[in-house]
């Protein structure tokens, strides 16, 4: 991919780009402090994208089973970078977030003392646990991978229809 820092005229490459993927295109207001200087976004279900240096940013709750699925594609392997990690770990801990059925995320047990501590010294405040809890094996829970960097136009397209074979409902995306 072509890197866009810097490059004022990003949108036509990010829209190209988003195009090519099936991904829903979404305007945005421009920033000056970002390094690409995109007013243009992408949304598909409950994923979103934003454009980087040459790669793809992707926030969103992907399974843990399509994770996996994604990683057995040998571009899966290697564009669609897990947290965005550039050594391509597979999607496994210490990368998963753990959910349960209500939407909370589960942390293990062994980490309630570093949150305790953090509580107290102020780095973080009480409220900011809201919609977490500890429990000794989050593992018996739901796991997804929150966050990708994606490297090139067929790991784009190619995590673009695993969020369409998750949610059927976007099998037919109008890009605008």
Not at 31 to 45: F, Q
Not at 100 to 128: L, R, S, T, V, W
Not at 150 to 155: C, K, L, N, P, R
Request: some cysteine.
């Amino acid at each position: 991919m072509k890197n866009l820092a810097g490059d004022k005229n990003c949108d036509e490459t990010i829209r190209r780009e988003l195009t090519v993927a099936r991904i829903d295109i979404v305007e945005v207001p421009p920033h000056s402090n970002r390094e690409v200087p995109y007013t243009l976004e992408g949304k598909l279900g409950d994923f979103t994208f934003h454009r980087a240096w040459y790669y793809w940013v992707a926030k969103g709750l992907m399974p843990l089973k399509n994770a996996l699925e994604l990683y057995a594609d040998p571009a899966g392997r290697t564009d669609v970078r897990v947290a965005g990690h550039c050594g391509c770990p597979p999607p496994e801990a210490p990368w998963i977030t753990w959910k349960d059925d209500e939407g909370n995320e589960i942390i293990h047990m062994k980490e309630k003392a570093q949150f305790d501590n953090f509580i107290a010294k102020g780095h973080i405040k009480p409220e900011q646990m809201k919609g977490r809890r500890f429990d000794e094996h989050p593992e018996n829970f739901n796991g997804f991978i929150d966050s990708y960097h994606i490297d090139s136009e067929v790991g784009l397209r190619l995590f673009a229809d695993m969020i369409r074979k998750i949610d059927s409902r976007l099998e037919a995306v109008a890009v605008r």
